[in-house]
């Protein structure tokens, strides 16, 4: 592990040390701060990230970018149609020399892992990170083999390339924290990477600037933010108010609410509070939220998507006074 290079690593709040991360990432991806924050609130929260955009605009640089920040390994698979599982978790090899069976294992044995194009590999190889994303763990040939945390797949997919492709299934799709796109820069972000990719790459002049060690006591402080009864209670409110509405045919799992949740306490944490409010939980639902749902035929004939819904059912919802 490289030697961490800056005293963030040594700060005693949590706020100073996010925005360390994220500054350092920054300096790499210019113009994308909130996508930036996303991907660390998703680290935090101890979940999975599916960054869902075109070609070129930084999602691998991202990915690694983050890894390196929080020094943190990283590993990258490359999605084809003829990946098998083992390509992913690892393998189980016969020893000549001793008559034993080793296992070597996968890519999937690193703290943060990208799945770049995950959606041009076969539904049986999509599955193999299943496991590893639910319980932190792969089994293979019978013997199960815990993952080092903490532990994040970042899987990404262009929206517009469908040919050859196998689109996520609702119960993979349930399975990552959030949805993000990065999407193209504005013409003054877009100035300043010619001026600072043109020559060399960026990604080289930066390291770590806090332990994978401080990462996990992030997320430990997160889980203990402050969320009063009556914003439980609004969560479950929206997570019942997308079950009800006509225009989805499948609203909100269980599994939704406890991630909204987990998400808002840490971007709380981040912006130094010891409390939830609502505007964590509204600034959240929709990276967190709008590719769980899935909407009617018929809503979808009106023009609808996901978005359009979600905000119909929180500007719905009363929002609890208070916190």
């Known amino acids: 592990m490289a030697t961490i290079q800056s005293a963030a690593a040594r700060s005693a709040t949590f706020a100073d040390c996010y925005h360390s991360v994220v500054a350092n990432v920054e300096k790499v991806i210019q113009g994308k701060r909130d996508v930036v924050e996303l991907m660390l609130l998703c680290v935090i929260s101890e979940g999975h990230l599916l960054l869902e955009d075109v070609p070129g605009v930084g999602k691998t640089s991202l990915a690694k970018s983050m890894a390196t920040s929080i020094d943190a390994?990283?590993?990258?698979?490359?999605?084809?149609?003829?990946?098998?599982?083992?390509?992913?978790?690892?393998?189980?090899?016969?020893?000549?020399?001793?008559?034993?069976?080793?296992?070597?294992?996968?890519?999937?044995?690193?703290?943060?892992?990208?799945?770049?194009?995950?959606?041009?590999?076969?539904?049986?190889?999509?599955?193999?990170?299943?496991?590893?994303?639910?319980?932190?763990?792969?089994?293979?040939?019978?013997?199960?083999?815990?993952?080092?945390?903490p532990f994040m797949v970042i899987a990404t997919q262009n929206p517009i390339e469908h040919e050859g492709t196998y689109p996520l299934p609702e119960s993979q799709l349930d399975r990552f924290l959030m949805r993000v796109s990065v999407g193209y820069p504005a013409p003054d972000d877009e100035l300043q990477i010619l001026d600072t990719h043109g020559d060399h790459d960026v990604y080289r002049d930066i390291g770590p600037v806090v332990s994978a060690e401080h990462v996990a006591g992030m997320a430990a402080a997160a889980r203990r933010v402050h969320m009063a009864p009556s914003l439980k209670a609004y969560l479950v409110d929206i997570a019942q108010a997308t079950r009800r509405t006509p225009h989805l045919a499948l609203g909100m799992s269980p599994r939704a609410t406890l991630a909204l949740q987990r998400v808002a306490r840490a971007r709380a944490a981040a912006q130094g509070r010891g409390y939830v409010t609502p505007d964590d939980v509204k600034?959240?639902?929709?990276?967190?939220?709008?590719?769980?749902?899935?909407?009617?035929?018929?809503?979808?004939?009106?023009?609808?998507?996901?978005?359009?819904?979600?905000?119909?059912?929180?500007?719905?919802?009363?929002?609890?006074?208070g916190h």
Do not use: W
Not at 95 to 101: A, L, Q, V
Not at 288 to 293: S, T
């Open 283 to 321: 600034a959240l639902a929709l990276p967190v939220l709008a590719h769980r749902l899935l909407i009617t035929p018929e809503a979808q004939l009106q023009g609808l998507g996901a978005e359009d819904v979600l905000g119909e059912v929180l500007r719905a919802v009363p929002v609890p006074g």
């Open 73 to 149: 390994t990283f590993g990258r698979v490359q999605f084809t149609p003829d990946l098998l599982p083992s390509d992913v978790v690892g393998i189980t090899v016969y020893n000549r020399n001793d008559g034993s069976f080793d296992f070597r294992p996968g890519p999937v044995f690193n703290n943060i892992v990208l799945a770049d194009e995950i959606n041009r590999a076969s539904p049986k190889t999509q599955a193999a990170l299943l496991e590893a994303m639910a319980e932190i763990q792969v089994t293979v040939d019978g013997a199960t083999y815990p993952l080092e945390q």
